[in-house]
Nanobody, 126 residues
């Protein structure tokens, strides 16, 4: 069983930055994909970014509001900690951000992820 604990959320002004961390406990040997999702009030949970065991990265969406170029997902393999560096934050980035992990090489479907943290609130507001 893997437990995930997120940290690093908070209130930031538009254009600011935050760094989220996800620290796992338990054996992570079976994990092939780590990801960050987010859920804004009244909206469905959506994928932000994934990183595989081998270090392959994916950032969600080509829609307006894409995080590519502003957000960076990374992993410290020595500590198994996953990070989400968020720059040039916009009010529309306001959401609860969730760290999750899958034993599959998973994509955007939340149902593909076996383990979830409780989330950390990110609020972008002046």
């Amino acid at each position: 069983q893997v437990q995930l604990v997120e940290s690093g959320g908070g209130l930031v002004q538009p254009g600011g930055s935050l760094r989220l961390s996800c620290a796992p406990s338990g054996s992570v040997l079976s994990i092939n994909t780590w990801a960050w999702f987010r859920q804004a009030p009244g909206k469905e949970r959506e994928l932000v970014a994934t990183i595989t065991r081998g270090g392959n990265l994916h950032y969600a969406g080509s829609y307006a509001g894409s995080v590519q170029g502003r957000f960076t997902i990374s992993r410290d393999n020595t500590k198994n900690t996953v990070f989400l560096e968020m720059n040039s934050l916009k009010p529309e980035d306001t959401a609860v951000y969730y760290c999750c992990a899958s034993e599959y090489f998973a994509g955007a479907a939340a149902s593909s992820y076996h383990y979830w943290g409780r989330g950390t609130q990110v609020t972008v507001s002046s």
